[in-house]
């Protein structure tokens, strides 16, 4: 990675690196997920302002844009735009988990007569922005693990098995909200049963490295999140 902050992070961990190995330790280096895996920036999607035929017709006679029937992206603040300030979201832009639903829901015309504010939400170059960095944090720590001869959890990987659907004796683990099992209900932190499956991917690296036969946790005997 170019640049005082890359520079910066490498010799932060050569240097924490360096004093837990300075006995002879061993130990595992894992890397930096995605933002893209994650239940908190995935739940609400790009287009989910959905309107009755009414409530399009409405929309489109009092603003410069039409609107549907059935799902529309959201307005959002935007200050790349020149002038305005604002536009529609696009594919693969992000509104986040803490956004207040009720301004959504309610017709209080977040995301349409209204625009979400730029607090709530990720747009594509802020998103190149997090993905390059966390890229280049990974090949760092991948590099760092390899140099050393620590076991390595390519965590990143995992995720985005999780995004997908990830089979754990017979039953499907995702990053679906509240029902994929992964994640806890802020989005971002993992449920115990996500934890545990986590944890399996560090027993598999560091027996792999170090020829151990640490047992993996049943990962079943963990709960998800609990319905009431």
């Known amino acids: 990675m170019a640049g005082a902050i890359g520079i910066g992070f490498e010799a932060s961990i050569n240097n924490i690196i360096n004093q837990l190995m300075a006995n002879g330790s061993k130990g595992v ?8 895996s994650m239940a908190y920036f995935n739940t609400i999607p790009w ?23 059935g799902d529309n992206p959201f307005f959002i603040e935007d200050e790349t735009v020149p002038f305005t300030g604002y536009r529609q979201m696009v594919e693969g832009e992000f509104v986040l988990l803490n956004i207040p639903l009720d ?3 309610c017709y209080t015309n977040w995301g349409s007569a209204n625009l979400i504010p730029n607090r709530f939400t990720l747009i594509a170059s802020e998103i190149d922005a997090i993905e390059n960095a966390i890229n280049d944090y990974n090949m760092i720590l991948k590099n760092i693990a ?8 390519d965590v990143n990987s995992f995720f985005k098995k ?3 659907g ?6 499907t683990v995702n990053a679906s909200f509240v029902s994929g099992g ?12 996500g934890n545990a499956l986590l944890a399996n991917e560090f027993i598999k690296a560091i027996n792999s490295t170090y020829h151990s036969s640490i047992p993996e946790v049943n990962a079943m005997k963990y709960p998800a999140v609990t319905f009431p």
Do not use: M, Q, W
């Open 182 to 193: 992964f994640y806890s209900l802020d989005g971002l932190n993992l449920t115990g049963r």
């Open 29 to 36: 280096i894992a890397n930096i997920p995605s933002i893209k």
């Open 146 to 153: 390899n140099s050393r001869g620590l076991a390595f959890v």
């Open 162 to 164: 999780v995004k997908t």
């Open 166 to 171: 990830y089979v754990y004796n017979g039953v």
């Open 103 to 105: 301004s959504v829901k």
């Open 47 to 69: 287009n989910g302002l959905k309107l009755t035929k009414e409530k399009a017709e409405e929309l489109t006679s009092s603003l410069p844009v039409a609107y549907y029937e």
